[in-house]
């Protein structure tokens, strides 16, 4: 009997991550490549980069195409049905397999930590992001829409508000802040004000790099650093209730609550804060990190979808035999 292979691919807006997993959901390929964000890559970047990542995946474990079961594209940028028809336009020039569902990479992130795919994600990194769905496929975003537009309570809006109450705290426009000579120390760099240099050109990711400095200041007793982290876990707290009221009213129906993203992951404090926040309108919800990741919740959701054309085809099968 030929082995059941399922194509899962998470695309984000700095990598694209990519396995093939057996029935078992047990990876037997995976790798690791460029981008998939058309935003921020154009599409000839994008399609290029989709078509390393199943080429090396392919080559891995050995296999060709047409013995994949399914496949799952969860792509950065996937909102509207626009994108999804072009990335279906793309997957079908690269002959990914049938069936394919194509869909955003929140939802590989929900599927990589509840079986049933249902719940809340909170995704707490570079940026922020809120996504929720119910059992009858309805769906509710809250955030994500990048830092001039929101990613509040993102490792990005930690690092901004420091950077901003170490230059009050240097001022002395705002308290005395231990992140006035944390920073500047952990950057190597000469004084506060050499951070005017560093700063530019904008870019989020060196900002949200500065996220675990105001951890190390919070452990130290600084106020300032203890009152940006509970600002983020208020923001990300009051999405997780949004998204909760949105789709399971009353909010205490929602039963699992995926925790994901490189702060959340990195900042147990932070973590325990946003479940015990979460627990005061979904008291009864399973709240905790991913147990997989990303790519491999895709692979569950190519798997998903494989069942229910099988199971489709079956009932079209009885119908006809009637």
Not at 8 to 15: D, M, P, Q, Y
Not at 59 to 69: C, E, K, T, W, Y
Not at 163 to 190: F, N, V
Request: proline share 4%; aromatic share 4%.
């Amino acid at each position: 009997m030929k082995k059941q292979l399922f194509l899962g691919i998470e695309g984000g807006a700095t990598r694209t991550t990519g396995v093939l997993a057996d029935a078992a959901l047990r990876v037997v390929a995976r790798f690791e490549g460029r981008a998939t964000n058309h935003y921020a890559r154009g599409w000839p970047e994008a399609r290029a980069a989709l078509t390393e990542v199943l080429a090396e995946l392919l080559s891995a474990a050995g296999v060709r195409q047409d013995s994949l079961a399914a496949s799952a594209l969860c792509l950065a940028g996937v909102r509207s049905e626009p994108e999804a028809l072009r990335w279906r336009e793309i997957a079908e020039s690269l002959h990914i397999p049938q069936p394919l569902l194509i869909t955003h990479d929140a939802a590989a992130g929900l599927a990589a930590g509840s079986a049933d795919v249902t719940g809340i994600l909170a995704v707490c990194g570079t940026g922020s992001l809120v996504y929720a769905r119910r059992a009858d496929g309805a769906e509710k975003f809250v955030g994500g829409r990048g830092p001039l537009l929101g990613d509040e309570g993102s490792g990005f809006d930690i690092g901004h508000r420091a950077l901003r109450a170490a230059a009050r705290s240097a001022d002395g426009r705002g308290p005395k802040s231990l992140l006035e000579t944390l920073i500047p120390e952990r950057l190597r760099l000469d004084g506060l004000d050499a951070l005017v240099a560093w700063a530019s050109p904008f870019a989020k990711d060196r900002v949200a790099g500065l996220a675990p400095v105001v951890f190390e200041a919070a452990q130290g007793g600084d106020a300032a650093a203890d009152a940006i982290i509970a600002g983020a876990v208020a923001e990300l707290a009051r999405g997780i209730e949004v998204a909760a009221r949105a789709l399971w009213p009353p909010p205490e129906a929602v039963g699992r609550i995926v925790l994901s993203g490189g702060v959340l992951r990195g900042q147990p404090t932070m973590r325990d804060a946003l479940a015990a926040a979460a627990r005061a309108f979904a008291p009864g919800a399973l709240c905790g990190l991913a147990e997989a990741e990303g790519a491999l919740g895709a692979a569950r959701l190519a798997q998903r979808a494989g069942r229910m054309r099988h199971t489709k085809h079956c009932s079209q099968r009885k119908e006809t035999q009637r």
